[in-house]
């Protein structure tokens, strides 16, 4: 299994400012992914982060609002851009190697804007 | 595309009793995964068994067992001798496999279940 870190685990910022959250898996995994999660709901996939190149987003998510890195094997960010209150949210960090099938999780990031 | 459908949004159980939770799925692939993540107010997600669509015999882990019934693309987790624990949001997800580029390597997930467990 792979352990995955997120920081910050919770953030209340401002409208209009962005964030960025770290994600650090402690094994080389060749799938990351970045989810959402509103309160009470299920997750909803915002992008897969490719290892040297540009993600791939879902439909209703683009690159200027979530802008992601994934520099190398281990480590991705996930920015949320110009923030409003409608991004309040749980951001999940995701991973995997693919030899198993399953994917793990970090432990979210709790954003709260006002 | 595929579809996860969880019918219960809600359940409750008596520690120490069974309890099912119901997943359907609709896929056009042969080959998958299926899972169930256990999701407690900690909000860490947290894989409780999985399955691989190609095996025909349930996948089990200590109290939890599913019920996979291909041909109706069903999965449903049963949890026996229920604990306090237990006490979580359920959810089911189908992965495709990853040579397949119809459904890619990310999870689709249901709406999820909670789940109650009373003393």
């Known amino acids: 299994s792979a352990v995955i870190s997120q920081k910050p685990s919770r953030d209340i910022c401002q409208r209009g400012t962005s964030l960025t959250i770290q994600c650090q898996v402690d094994?080389?995994?060749?799938?990351m992914f970045w989810y959402r999660q509103q309160p009470g709901q299920s997750l909803t996939l915002i992008a897969t982060?490719?290892?040297?190149?540009?993600?791939?987003?879902e439909s209703g998510f683009v690159i200027d609002k979530f802008p992601i890195s994934r520099p190398n094997l281990t480590f991705s960010t996930l920015t949320v851009s110009n923030m409003s209150p409608e991004d309040s949210s749980i951001y999940l960090c995701s991973a995997g190697t693919g030899r198993t099938g399953e994917l793990f999780f970090g432990e979210g990031s709790r954003l709260t804007v006002l | 595309a595929q579809t996860v459908t969880q019918s219960q949004p809600e359940m409750s159980v008596q520690e120490a009793e069974t309890v099912t939770l119901s997943c359907t799925y609709d896929?056009?692939?042969?080959?998958?995964?299926l899972f169930w993540y256990k999701q407690p107010p900690s909000r860490q997600m947290i894989l409780v068994i999985r399955q691989e669509a190609y095996k025909q015999q349930n996948a089990t882990e200590n109290r939890f067992s599913v019920n996979f019934q291909k041909a109706a693309k069903s999965f449903s987790l049963k949890i026996s001798d229920s604990q306090l624990g237990d006490a979580a949001m359920y959810f089911c997800a189908y992965r495709g496999l990853l040579l397949r580029k119809s459904s890619g390597s990310r999870l689709t997930f249901g709406e999820g279940t909670q789940l109650t467990v009373n003393p």
């Open positions: 896929t056009s692939e042969s080959d998958y995964y």
């Open positions: 982060a490719n290892q040297g190149s540009e993600a791939t987003y």
């Open positions: 094994s080389q995994v060749t799938m």
